[in-house]
């Protein structure tokens, strides 16, 4: 069975500091990963993906992931925090074909000015 | 930019009365989802729903909870006679296909059963 874990229930970081969110995976097959972010009283907003290829996915508002394949893990980075990036933020995987997207607890992200 | 719509964005029950909540997927995706989340918690896969069938759903998705396709826009999901326990924040989703594909949430619907 899939399962995701988060690690960390909250990051702080001072605002123009490099941000990482961690996320490790265990899946049957090749993963398919996902991070959502989470606003205040919103829906889950999809920032990026991995399925095949560059380890190094790029996606909105200036935020990258990592797939390491041998350490199962494919954390949330971030070069400059802003206080506007504090949210819940999701890791999510799924196990290929059409199996249900499981998502880790998330992780609530303060970036302080 | 087309976004999933949901109605309505707070609902408040008695246990064992009947709820529907409603979805306004994307309108060029082919596949929807209902999730919730307790307060607190994880979010949870409920059921996924391709073709007008169900395609997937988990332990969770008991004889309770049924969801349909009325017409071309909307998707619901019913929960016939609700527990204490169902009180949570349900996020409908869709996307356009399976596997690599993202999906797409809504804003959700918060339920609250007194």
């Known amino acids: 069975a899939q399962s995701v874990a988060q690690p960390e229930d909250q990051v702080n970081v001072a605002e123009g500091n490099p941000l990482t969110v961690k996320c490790t995976y265990s899946v049957s097959g090749n993963p398919y990963l996902f991070w959502y972010v989470q606003y205040p009283n919103r829906g889950l907003q999809f920032l990026l993906k991995y399925i095949t290829g560059d380890n190094l996915v790029k996606g909105s508002y200036g935020f990258e992931a990592e797939f390491n394949k041998s350490q199962t893990s494919f954390h949330l980075k971030k070069p400059s925090a802003l206080v506007s990036d504090s949210a819940l933020y999701f890791c999510?995987?799924?196990?290929?074909?059409?199996?249900?997207?499981?998502f880790g607890k998330g992780t609530r992200l303060s970036v302080i000015a | 930019e087309p976004e999933v719509t949901q109605t309505p964005s707070h609902q408040v029950t008695q246990m064992g009365q009947e709820v529907i909540l409603r979805c306004v997927p994307i309108?060029?995706?082919?596949?929807f989802y209902w999730y919730r989340q307790i307060l607190g918690q994880k979010v949870e896969f409920l059921v996924s729903?391709?073709?007008?069938?169900?395609?997937?759903k988990s332990e969770i998705f008991d004889d309770q909870f049924s969801v349909e396709r009325p017409d071309g826009s909307n998707f619901t999901l019913k929960i016939r006679s609700t527990k204490l326990e169902d009180s949570a924040m349900y996020f409908c989703a869709s996307s356009l296909g399976t596997g690599p594909y993202e999906q797409y949430f809504g804003p959700g619907t918060r339920l609250t059963v007194t």
């Open positions: 999510a995987v799924r196990d290929g074909g059409n199996t249900p997207l499981v």
């Open positions: 729903f391709y073709n007008n069938e169900i395609s997937e």
């Open positions: 309108s060029n995706h082919l596949y």
